[in-house]
């Protein structure tokens, strides 16, 4: 695991969305997996402007999200669709053809293995995004999550149901969610995790002193041999790095 210290949110932002960007630069056909929540807002907005800028073509790489609610009807604007769409799918001027969406609304057990299928179709995934939750959890893979789940169906926990629910103003937050598992997630080339805020130290320091701990499921990703972390102060402020 290498650890990107930043000096700023600003800063492990703009590191975050400039990776993404010179990947799609460099190699425009990449497959780039998609994580959300309000992390990677920021992210998004700066890929996009960086994009624009710079006139680099997106129309040739591929996307897959991580996770996405089970329950929602379509175009919920809660659900994980409707956020990529907002800002990624619309600003970046991208085709719904170059985004693998979770099948939510086919059968559970079919969604899952289709979006396994589709992973493996497209060559497997080069930059994965991810943020984590306030409890350890990657993607959906909330705390006791197996080193070697797949994409499946997962119970949200009370804390991650807590969190969220604000996205949720009418009061319909779903308790279950499709999400890549980890053993899915470890497949991608690269992991790039990005933690900001003080809400994030507590997750952080643990990620850094345990291994392999299912209680916290995001331990499992140190074990890829291109795991990135970039953290801004406060989501470091409890971590004690001998430099
Ligand atoms: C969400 C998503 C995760 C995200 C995490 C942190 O529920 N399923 O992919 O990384 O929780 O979200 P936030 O960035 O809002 O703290």
């Known amino acids: 695991m290498r650890i990107i210290m930043s000096d700023s ?21 990449s497959v780039i997996g998609l994580a959300t929540g309000k992390t ?11 994009a624009l800028d710079n006139k680099i073509p997106h129309d040739k790489c591929f996307f897959f999200m991580l996770d996405e609610y089970l329950g929602l009807p379509p175009g919920h604007q809660g659900s994980f669709r409707s956020y990529i769409e907002k800002r ?13 969406f979770h099948p939510v609304h086919a059968g559970i057990d079919q969604a899952a293995s ?12 080069d930059l994965q995004l991810l943020g984590i939750g306030t409890n350890g959890h990657v993607g959906f893979n909330e705390p ?6 797949r994409t499946r169906m997962v119970e949200l926990t009370n804390e991650t149901i807590n969190t969220n629910q604000i996205d949720f103003p009418n009061g319909d937050m779903p308790s279950k969610a499709l999400s890549m598992g ?15 805020g003080q809400s994030k130290a507590d997750a952080i320091k643990y ?4 291994h392999d701990d299912p209680k916290c499921p995001a331990t499992f990703l140190k074990n890829h041999p291109n795991f990135i972390l970039v953290l801004d102060p406060e989501a470091a402020s409890k971590i004690n790095l001998k430099i």
């Open 144 to 149: 006791g999550s197996s080193k070697n789940s």
């Open 9 to 29: 949110a600003k800063e492990a932002v703009s590191t975050v969305a400039t990776m993404v960007f010179e990947l799609i630069g460099s190699h425009p056909n």
């Open 114 to 125: 289709h979006y396994e299928q589709s992973l493996k179709e497209a060559g497997g995934v």
């Open 88 to 100: 990624v799918l619309a600003p970046l001027k991208l085709h719904a053809n170059q985004f693998a």
């Open 207 to 210: 990620l850094l002193n345990h």
């Open 40 to 50: 990677m807002e920021p992210v998004y907005e700066i890929w996009s402007q960086l």
């Open 182 to 196: 980890i053993e899915t997630i470890l497949e991608a080339k690269k992991l790039v995790m990005l933690a900001t």
